[in-house]
């Protein structure tokens, strides 16, 4: 579909993906709806672009990657992927300020900012859909099932106390902060899937996630009260 406020972008990712395997391709805009209509009733199809090598019609984007062998992601599929991308990011974020202020990467306060920039990337994907993550993170918590609230205030306490122990400031604020929220969450995660053995989606990465609730949600809480214990334990060795 090629139309003036429309351009169709997976048309051009499988014009791209048949360049790249040697085709040449013969391109036919769809231009307005009607045309549109008109293509899909005639091949008995429901979306565009469909491609056709030869005579054979392949299909939409996703059956021409199937068509090459190429994996098609499941939408409902559970995928560690988000949790992989946002710990990864933390820590070499982590240790580029760490090599910045010390010069080397392997500090006690990279592995602090590592946790806690991860705590703020975790708050940030909530706080795009507050809403979302709410109703979602209600399918477990035990604190927000008895005040619904708790939901809305978390990623607000989550990403506070993140940004406080990334500049080592106002401890005594972030630590209860982390560590009321990291017990609460270990506990709720704890019984929902050790005790009670549901099979629910984490809303650690947001209400949209298809991320298994189970171990990184727990690792996520037992981070935040890790920090929260040895924040104000380490302000204190060092006067």
């Not at 499988?14 to 549109?36: C, N, Q, S, W, Y």
């Not at 565009?48 to 409902?76: A, C, M, N, S, W």
Request: glycine share 8%; with cysteine; aromatic share 12%.
């Amino acid at each position: 579909m090629v139309m003036p406020d429309h351009l169709c972008p997976y048309g051009l990712k499988a014009k791209d993906l048949l360049e790249r395997r040697g085709f040449i391709v013969e391109d036919h805009h769809l231009k307005t709806p009607e045309e549109t209509e008109a293509f899909k009733k005639e091949h008995g199809v429901d979306t565009t672009p469909q491609t056709f090598i030869g005579e054979e019609r392949i299909g939409g984007y996703d059956d021409l990657r199937e068509h090459f062998g190429q994996e098609v992601k499941d939408q409902d599929k559970s995928s560690y992927q988000p949790v992989i991308a946002i710990f990864s990011v933390a820590l070499l974020m982590a240790l580029a300020v760490s090599w910045y202020t010390f010069g080397t990467v392997l500090t006690i306060r990279g592995l602090e900012w590592f946790l806690a920039i991860s705590m703020c990337i975790l708050a940030i994907q909530k706080l795009q859909d507050v809403e979302g993550f709410s109703t979602m993170f209600l399918n477990y918590d035990l604190l927000a099932r008895r005040w619904v609230r708790y939901g809305y205030v978390y990623p607000f306490g989550e990403a506070l106390a993140g940004i406080l122990m990334i500049a080592g400031t106002l401890i005594w604020i972030a630590a209860p902060v982390a560590l009321f929220i990291g017990t609460v969450g270990a506990v709720s995660v704890f019984k929902a899937v050790y005790i009670d053995r549901r099979e629910l989606k984490c809303a650690c990465v947001g209400g949209s996630s298809n991320v298994p609730l189970g171990f990184v949600s727990l690792t996520e809480n037992v981070m935040m009260m890790a920090m929260a214990i040895w924040m104000p334990l380490r302000m204190a060795w060092l006067g």
